[in-house]
């Protein structure tokens, strides 16, 4: 099991990503749009069925009533949409913030290890200054290391302004002053996604995803209108309008298919690269225990300036380094889900895929 996630060394909020959930759900704009789009919707409606109800009988034969009864039709649709449109809105912020949450941790362990990296390298720095002054190795060689310190020095604070630009993404997301610096405490614990077959999937994404029924829904507006003459709309309009919508219901259909096949693939590649890191982080565990053995026991030092030498400090970087992979992989995996879960209709956030705080836990 790993380690619980290292978080920023900044005091702040703590922020799981149950909480980071809450917030969105709480502030943002798009959600309080599609309530105020359903109740809006639900207006319309109303007043198309009172026009309808009180149209005279006389005139039910009329361009007039087809007029006023395709327009009820097309709230009734429309109220209908909207209030999908609703649990979509939700939906979308859900994946949001998973996908925002995710790369703010991914971001701050890339931070994490580049910096114990750094560390690593400048202990090195020192330790080949004095054998330098001793002329145990040469001004080429020690040249280099100081290239290499450089290096991971401008690596580290490409590292830091990417961990603070996803946490200005996430601040954003979720309705946050500019001076709020969460710190962030859940961990990515996914290590599969069971799904379907494929082809059911694709299925269930034909009629799930919000661009494609989107996309049904003005389909059907146009649908409702052919049996019905309707003031100023001639028979050739509502034709291409009606041919127009089935081709982007069709194209969003197409849209829809490809990505779900796309993620489908990806996510069994990361499920396959998580088992491979596992073993890798399982492996550097255990070098890095007989490393600290031998250390003890005076057999290796704890830096050593000979390429490819045994030392103390190299398994634990490579250890960090095997956490850090297999870390990112479960946060690109929860990603992929939510990007996937979204396409298909299904649960994108579960408790189960990610570490729960005990201030979290406390709560419940």
């Known amino acids: 099991m790993l380690p619980t996630i290292a978080v920023a060394e900044e005091y702040g909020e703590a922020l799981s990503i149950q909480a980071a959930l809450d917030l969105a759900y709480k502030n943002n704009p798009n959600l309080r749009l599609a309530e105020l789009n359903v109740k809006k919707s639900q207006l319309l409606r109303d007043d198309a069925f009172e026009a309808l109800e009180y149209f005279p009988t006389a005139g039910l034969v009329t361009n007039a009533f087809d007029q006023v009864f395709n327009a009820y039709q097309q709230t009734e649709i429309g109220l209908a949409t909207a209030k999908r449109a609703e649990q979509s809105a939700q939906d979308q912020i859900t994946k949001e913030v998973i996908e925002t949450y995710s790369e703010a941790v991914k971001n701050y362990n890339n931070l994490n290890y580049l910096e114990m990296n750094l560390k690593h390298t400048k202990n090195l720095q020192r330790v080949s200054s004095v054998a330098h002054t001793a002329g145990s190795i040469s001004s080429y060689e020690f040249d280099n290391i100081i290239v290499g310190t450089g290096q991971l020095e401008e690596s580290v604070r490409a590292a830091q302004l990417n961990y603070e630009s996803s946490i200005a993404a996430l601040r954003s997301l979720l309705g946050q002053h500019p001076n709020w610096a969460p710190v962030l405490t859940s961990e990515a614990l996914i290590t599969d996604y069971e799904r379907g077959d494929l082809s059911a999937e694709i299925l269930k994404g034909s009629s799930e995803s919000a661009a494609v029924w989107s996309q049904k829904a003005l389909l059907d507006i146009e649908k409702s209108k052919e049996n019905w003459v309707l003031l100023g709309v001639s028979s050739e309009m509502k034709d291409i309008n009606l041919k127009t919508a089935e081709q982007n219901y069709a194209d969003a259909q197409r849209t829809s298919r490809v990505l779900i096949e796309q993620l489908y693939y990806g996510i069994d590649a990361v499920e396959g690269q998580i088992k491979i890191a596992e073993m890798a982080y399982k492996k550097a565990v255990k070098d890095e225990e007989i490393a600290r053995l031998k250390y003890d026991l005076g057999i290796i030092p704890k830096l050593s300036l000979i390429p490819g ?30 990007q996937y879960a979204f396409l298909t209709g299904a649960k994108a956030f579960s408790t189960t895929d990610w570490s729960t705080p005990v201030t979290d836990e406390l709560k419940q």
């Open 309 to 338: 030498a045994e030392s103390l400090d190299s398994p634990l970087l490579a250890t960090d380094k095997a956490k850090t992979d297999l870390s990112n992989l479960k946060l690109q995996l929860a990603k992929l889900k939510a």
